[in-house]
């Protein structure tokens, strides 16, 4: 193997290296110093949903207290995304009475986004963050990722990378 070839395939290991960190790091509860979980108080509060709305209706955080909102950052160009896109429409079809979806467009053309939701047939509200900014409130490490917000308004669980019904109903249920 060349030694370009060898320094690409480091470079490769490491960003999978760095990300299932990062994955394993955000998968979990908020703890504390000790290691225990944060009480529902000390979680952090959910940035407010501000974009252009690309699926309506329009969304305030605010408005949907007492049930859980999951907050999914995706992608048309997103490979994982495109994986993740039906077991989303799933769960919202089947749970919409126990969760709100909320969808929320990273840096796609406003096009691209429109035909990635249609062809999925996601009727969850989205909106768009084209310039990222809504992402780095969030503290956004890649795509796809999912913030699970409690009744509270506050995110009490961070699922990346690709989920599916059974873990989005997992953790809606961990936060109930």
Do not use: H
């Not at 394993?24 to 290691?35: M, N």
């Amino acid at each position: 193997m060349s030694p370009l070839r060898k320094l690409l395939a480091f470079v490769a290991l490491a960003g999978v290296g760095g990300a299932v960190a990062v994955g394993l790091l955000f998968a979990s509860p908020a703890r504390d110093q000790s290691g225990g979980e944060l009480p529902a108080s000390a979680r952090p509060k959910a940035p407010e949903l501000e974009g252009q709305i690309l699926v309506p209706p329009p969304v305030r955080l605010a408005n949907l207290r007492g049930r859980p909102v999951l907050v999914n950052f995706w992608a048309s160009w997103c490979v994982p995304c495109r994986k993740e896109a039906p077991e989303l429409a799933r769960f919202d079809a089947a749970m919409r009475a126990r969760a709100q979806v909320v969808g929320v467009d990273f840096q796609d053309p406003k096009d691209d986004a429109l035909a990635f939701v249609r062809e999925f047939g996601w009727r969850f509200p989205n909106v768009r963050d084209p310039f990222g900014r809504l992402a780095g409130r969030y503290g956004l490490a890649g795509l796809p990722t999912t913030y699970v917000v409690d009744a509270e308004g506050r995110i009490a669980r961070t699922l990346n990378g690709p989920q599916t019904f059974s873990s989005l109903r997992r953790a809606v249920t961990e936060v109930e």
